[in-house]
């Protein structure tokens, strides 16, 4: 029982860590260039990952 709640926490460890990279390096980042450059970085991110993350 203990193996699975460690592979748990560690999941959920790892899905916070992406969320908080995106919401704090990756749209900053993108929101100060200028329309087009952001869309087609949004585009390079959004299949690296739906790839990644298929759901």
Same mark, same amino acid.
């Given at each position: 029982?203990?193996? *699975?709640? +460690? $592979?748990? +926490?560690?999941? #959920?460890?790892l899905l916070t860590?992406?969320? &908080? $990279? *995106?919401? $704090?390096f990756i749209h900053? #980042?993108? #929101? %100060?260039?200028?329309?087009r450059a952001n869309? #087609? $970085?949004?585009? %390079? &991110?959004?299949?690296?990952?739906?790839? *990644?993350?298929?759901?």
């Amino acid at each position: 029982m203990i193996p *699975v709640i +460690l $592979a748990l +926490l560690l999941n #959920s460890a790892l899905l916070t860590g992406n969320e &908080f $990279a *995106v919401a $704090a390096f990756i749209h900053p #980042s993108l #929101s %100060r260039q200028d329309h087009r450059a952001n869309l #087609s $970085a949004i585009q %390079r &991110f959004a299949q690296l990952y739906g790839g *990644v993350m298929p759901l």
